[in-house]
């Protein structure tokens, strides 16, 4: 609900059957672990951050690489954020 069609788009064409992605994801975010949902209207990733990290440095982190992937203007402003 909170990005465009045409991001949403742009996130299911990330090859997440890769067997690195996530490995790549966590090395590149500085998470501990990442967990990955996609499907057809869902793009989540769900991450655990060091106890410091703050929610807005790590999710700015995660777009960062989404981005990478896609080369488009994703923001993190886009997403949702939950912080338990």
């Known amino acids: 609900r909170s990005v465009s069609v045409a991001q949403r788009e742009l996130l299911a064409r990330i090859d997440t059957s890769d067997l690195e992605f996530l490995p790549q994801l966590a090395e590149k975010v500085q998470v501990r672990e990442a967990a990955l949902i996609s499907t057809c209207n869902r793009f989540e990733v769900i991450a655990v951050a060091e106890q410091g990290d703050s929610l807005s440095h790590v ?26």
């Open 59 to 84: 999710s700015r982190r995660i777009v960062d690489f989404l981005r990478a992937r896609v080369g488009s203007e994703l923001l993190p402003e886009h997403f949702y954020q939950l912080l338990e």
